[in-house]
């Protein structure tokens, strides 16, 4: 089945201990995107890709960034994660922009100690 | 500014109908999605609509008036699985879904 795969799907990270989140996925979607969501809030757009175009949110921390090395693959990398960046970080993907449906994988819950 | 609000909890009863309201303001208007996210799990896609009125798919409609900032999901035969937070995205001119915190629905027996 053609899916959004995230790994690992629990992450735990020492405070300052730099970590990496992936995601996949195999719907050939031009566009990728990663999200944070903190408990009993709205996911929080991180920043998105269209192909290689990399779209950076103007609120985004600088202690995030992100790859896409190819179509299928994406990462999130947090420099040196705080205890306000715990939380599920959600991949999503969508053929393209406008009006299409966004698929989200199954998230990768973040704990900082 | 962009906004999106929806109530933060609903309660409703197996078998019954609930509706779910979200109002929007948003940097322009390309569409609405609901999504359902059940506890600890990503959001999986419910429903968009673009134009005015109602989009009816099985057991779940949804419906839009933009002259109003204003859609709704409505759940019918409503059954235990339900139990889970919906929440309204509108897309704005940006391309970008802006997402509410979400109407936590519980279904009891």
């Known amino acids: 089945d053609a899916m959004v795969i995230q790994n690992p799907r629990y992450q735990v990270t020492q405070f300052g201990k730099p970590v990496t989140l992936s995601c996949s996925q195999t719907l050939n979607h031009n566009v990728m995107y990663w999200y944070q969501q903190k408990s009993s809030q709205a996911p929080k757009l991180l920043f998105h890709?269209?192909?290689?175009?990399?779209?950076n949110e103007a609120d985004t921390p600088d202690n995030f960034q992100s790859r896409r090395p190819n179509t299928s693959f994406c990462f999130l990398d947090i420099r040196s994660p705080g205890l306000g960046d715990a939380a599920m970080y959600l991949c999503?993907?969508?053929?393209?922009?406008?009006?299409?449906?966004?698929?989200f994988g199954p998230g990768t819950r973040l704990t900082v100690l | 500014g962009q906004n999106i609000d929806q109530p933060t909890e609903m309660t409703a009863t197996e078998g019954a109908i609930v509706q779910i309201n979200c109002t929007y303001q948003?940097?322009?208007?390309?569409?609405l999605f609901w999504y359902q996210q059940h506890a600890g799990e990503a959001p999986t896609f419910l429903s968009y609509?673009?134009?005015?009125g109602l989009e009816e798919k099985g057991r779940f409609s949804s419906f839009l008036s933009r002259s109003k900032g204003y859609s709704y999901l409505l759940l019918k035969e409503l059954q235990m699985k339900d139990s889970a937070s919906y929440l309204c995205a509108g897309e704005d001119n940006t391309d970008k879904l802006i997402f509410g915190t979400g109407t936590r629905l519980q279904v009891f027996p």
């Open positions: 999503a993907t969508s053929r393209d922009n406008r009006a299409d449906t966004q698929y």
């Open positions: 948003t940097s322009g208007f390309n569409g």
């Open positions: 890709y269209y192909d290689k175009d990399f779209n």
């Open positions: 609509n673009v134009l005015d």
